[in-house]
């Protein structure tokens, strides 16, 4: 089915989200549609599946004009979503995960006709090659599957237009090959794909076309056979991006973090981590790469003091840390930029000068003999705003309404406002634009060369991993199972030992 | 200009809700006037305009009943005549008394709200306190008043703040939801009392009631004027001066960062390296200590005994003072002026024009309930009604 938003245009109090938008997408078609945190995909996503109204322009399904007052609209006329955060029943299989809210009935008594639908499920399924227990419960699902979940719902309700929305965020690299595997083979079948990211491979790889959005209007759009990654970046930021980050070689000295045969256990007080044994010297990036979920998270709050080591050595800068607590552990100079930002590095309804001083609060000149000195909390977080170019009305604007990216200058403002000897990044670039994730690199190797201090990244991208480690640790099953010199290292080489292998 | 708006932006949801609940509150007045709708099919207009005049009448009461005949006041003021002058500010300052222990309560709700912390049991440590205001005043009976009025209100103080500090321990140490712990305590609480009550110690001689000696025969809490049945006490003052000792404890110190920081977001507290089971506990005891405070007051300033029922829900009531006042101190200030108002204007509007005194309980749950509805209250004036996650999500 053929699909055009035509001029559209929305405003919120403030932003103009939207303005004079124009996209199609023909039948069998992917659409790639890229763009920075903010330029307004979202929105856009949100007026196509009936959430909002636009202020003006028109929705044209098949050339026909068509108006959605609500998100069942939407579905009638066959636009399928798949949101970024998943609308599943973790207690539900997937049989009624997929069927609920457009249950067929049987009987007098309007019992869910399971049978039928199930046999829906399995015929989709293996149509699409999803690869689906019509019978498995969506909590004991990985990630990717309920993903595939999300896609057979939509297909089960007959959609003609499927729409993802950053769907590779959670996906390691083999699932989210996978899902490129299932875009390409639902395109065939005649549905078309509206693919909504930030990553410019991606669009490059499964896209047929792309068009990209900066701060709320389209910046151009492009054939994916003629364009490169560079072309494409300076599209959505509108500049030229360094893709590649720019340091020298690193020059390490004295050990500052060392762990010996470490073990953590996690919550459920299974051994996440069984056994480290990993030395981070002054001036040196160490990456650790891996899958989400193979230790790394144990492994850093360990670091970091939030949990206990059950066995094994760890110091920093030659001082024993056992049962250190997180105050002790910054303290010794020790940064960390936790992995999820909203919930463990920021206090989203407090102000941007509040989360500036939050782990720094006790001290002076922030405060003295318990009372905050609002005058000297307010001009350095002014500072910080300043140094870190934090995009923001004021210092007093609560931190949950910042972007993504601005968030996470505010986390990485705070963290490096002091001096210090060892930085652990988690995940320090999730989720954030090319502009950010350029920026937040320079930081930390500004770290590296200008502090001398040593730095532990942990990350599941690989592009991130193999741009800014010096040396490489893979994580595997709670183990480190090879460590590459990042000039050595190749893709295939880590993405190897990333799944076990190698 | 900036700094103005931003001090009344929280109060505009709270403004509209009062005001929509009035509303409901006449329409709920006309249609239970059976006497007047029962012209209706005969002068259908006649019985409107009657309708709005007696619902007019009954919030004129109310609103006299509450803070005194303006008029009445001035004239007295010039008479010199303590007894006129009692008599004309006497709705007013019975209004104060009303709200005093609904300001304590109010702010001990809010000090645990704000570190995250639902405390249901400031009844219970409101009661308590005044128990141990009472107690002391009878073991300690020998000291000269002045002195044995800081013993007493110190004592209630810390009963409370130790009560309050249980169920803080438990939720610190062990994860016991305080929802559950401060609701069972405050049944504690309340036995507690009525066991203290029956001993003959504590028992006023004579009596086979569980009803204490009268305290004021040892210690009262000095009333601010010297008038004829005039009962405002310094408790008044005190509430107030709480109140900004609060607001500058919860945005000034660093101990009331930790609060807030554990109250919004545990998780960032923690890795922020702050002790989120010791902001709970401090929370905690801070806010049985201030419902203690109040209900020192009101046993020595306002009841003159210990009694079974010397709280009138107050510590219930300030759970919706609180969402009222969106936990703001000065919020909790005015909130408790109105619900101390409503308590005693709704007694002139019973006597005067029959309404049942259950009106005012009735327009009470309906300004929670706007205020808990803000969308609703939003849509109901038009501002702008938009769902709280749009435009964050461009």
């Known amino acids: 089915m053929r699909l055009e938003l035509k001029d559209i245009t929305k405003r919120f109090p403030g932003v103009l989200a939207n303005d004079r938008i124009t996209i199609t997408v023909d039948k069998g078609e992917v659409l790639g549609l890229l763009g920075e945190n903010g330029a307004g995909k979202t929105t856009l996503m949100n007026i196509l599946s009936g959430l909002y109204r636009p202020d003006s322009g028109e929705i044209l399904i098949e050339g026909e004009r068509r108006t959605f007052e609500d998100p069942r609209q939407a579905i009638a006329a066959g636009i399928g979503m798949v949101h970024q955060h998943f609308q599943l029943v973790p207690v539900f299989d997937v049989v009624e995960s997929v069927a609920l809210g457009s249950e067929s009935v049987t009987g007098p008594l309007g019992t869910f006709d399971r049978k039928s639908a199930r046999k829906r499920v399995v015929e989709l399924s293996e149509q699409y090659g999803l690869n689906v227990d019509p019978d498995a419960t969506i909590e004991d699902l990985p990630v990717g599957v309920r993903q595939r979940v999300e896609i057979l719902k939509a297909l089960y309700r007959k959609s003609d237009v499927l729409v993802l929305d950053e769907p590779s965020a959670v996906l390691t690299p083999a699932e989210t090959e996978e899902l490129f595997d299932i875009i390409r083979g639902l395109a065939e079948g005649g549905t078309s794909v509206i693919f909504i990211t930030h990553k410019l491979g991606e669009v490059l790889e499964v896209a047929d076309r792309i068009t990209v959005l900066r701060r709320g209007a389209v910046a151009g759009t492009v054939n994916p056979k003629e364009t490169t990654r560079e072309q494409l970046a300076q599209l959505m930021v509108g500049r030229d991006v360094d893709l590649i980050v720019d340091k020298g070689p690193s020059k390490p000295g004295e050990v500052v973090l060392s762990l010996k045969d470490v073990f953590v256990m996690d919550d459920r007080f299974g051994m996440a981590v069984k056994g480290v044994t990993l030395d981070v010297r002054a001036g040196e990036i160490v990456a650790i790469a891996g899958v989400q979920g193979n230790g790394q998270t144990e492994l850093v709050e360990a670091i970091v003091g939030l949990r206990t080591i059950d066995s094994g050595e760890m110091s920093i800068g030659g001082e024993a840390v056992h049962r250190a607590s997180p105050r002790h552990i910054a303290d010794l100079g020790v940064a960390h930029i936790p992995e999820d930002r909203i919930r463990d590095g920021l206090i989203a309804p407090m102000t941007i000068s509040e989360n500036y001083i939050l782990n720094s609060y006790h001290r002076q000149p922030y405060s003295s003999r318990g009372v905050l000195d609002r005058k000297e909390i307010a001009s350095h977080a002014a500072q910080g705003v300043q140094d870190f170019d934090i995009r923001t009305p004021s210092i007093e604007t609560m931190a949950g309404s910042l972007s993504g990216g601005n968030q996470q200058k505010v986390v990485v403002a705070r963290e490096f406002s002091r001096p210090l000897k060892l930085v652990v990044a988690s995940q320090p670039t999730r989720g954030l634009d090319v502009g950010s994730i350029e920026y937040i690199h320079s930081q930390i190797v500004a770290q590296r060369d200008d502090s001398g201090a040593a730095i532990l990244i942990v990350s599941t991208e690989l592009d991130e991993v193999l741009a800014v480690g010096d040396r490489i640790a893979v994580m595997f099953g709670g183990r480190i199972i090879g460590i590459l010199e990042g000039a050595e290292a190749t893709r295939e080489a880590v993405g190897l030992l990333m799944g076990g292998e190698g | ?394």
């Open chain 2, 1 to 394: 200009m900036k700094r103005l708006r931003r001090a009344i932006q929280p109060a505009i949801v709270p403004i509209l809700a009062i005001l929509s609940a009035f509303l409901v509150g006449s329409v709920f007045m006309f249609i239970t006037d059976l006497e007047n709708l029962a012209h209706f099919p005969t002068d259908p207009g006649g019985t409107i305009v009657a309708g709005i005049v007696n619902v007019g009448n009954a919030y004129y009461a109310m609103i006299i009943g509450a803070f005194g005949d303006p008029t009445r006041i001035i004239a007295a003021i010039g008479s010199n005549d303590p007894k006129v002058i009692a008599a004309a500010i006497r709705p007013l300052t019975e209004t104060l008394v009303a709200a005093t222990p609904l300001i304590f309560t109010g702010l001990a709700v809010a000090v645990a709200f704000r570190s995250g912390v639902f405390n249901i049991g400031v009844e219970g440590q409101f009661i308590l306190g005044a128990m141990g205001a009472t107690v002391a005043v009878l073991v300690f009976r020998g000291l000269p008043p002045p002195i044995l009025l800081v013993v007493a209100i110190g004592a209630g103080t810390l009963t409370g703040a130790a009560w309050g500090f249980i169920p803080g321990f438990l939720k610190a140490r062990t994860g016991a939801h305080e929802v559950i712990t401060t609701i069972m305590l405050n049944y504690v609480a309340a036995q507690l009392v009525l066991f203290g009550l029956r001993s003959d110690f504590l028992r006023a001689p004579g009596s086979d009631a569980p009803v204490s000696k009268v305290l004021w025969t040892f210690v009262r809490v000095p009333l601010i004027f010297d008038l004829p049945a005039i009962r405002l006490h310094y408790g008044i003052v005190i509430a107030l001066i709480m109140a900004a000792v609060v607001s500058w404890f919860i945005f000034k110190t660093t101990k009331g960062f930790e609060l807030r920081a554990a109250g919004f977001n545990l998780h960032a507290a923690r890795y922020a390296g702050m002790s989120a089971g010791g902001s709970i506990m401090l929370a905690m005891a801070l806010s049985g200590g201030l419902a203690g405070l109040g209900g020192s007051f009101e046993v020595l300033g306002t009841a003159g005994q210990m009694t079974t029922d010397l709280s009138a829900g107050f510590g219930f009531n300030a759970i919706a003072l609180a969402l009222l006042a969106g936990n703001r101190p000065l919020g909790i200030v005015l909130a408790a002026l109105l619900f101390g108002a409503l308590r005693t204007g709704g007694g002139l509007m019973q006597v005067k024009t029959g309404i049942p005194l259950d009106l005012i309980v009735f327009i009470q749950a309906l300004v929670i309930m706007f205020v808990a509805a803000p969308l609703l209250v939003r849509s109901i004036f038009r501002m702008n009604a938009r769902p709280l996650d749009e435009g964050s999500t461009i």
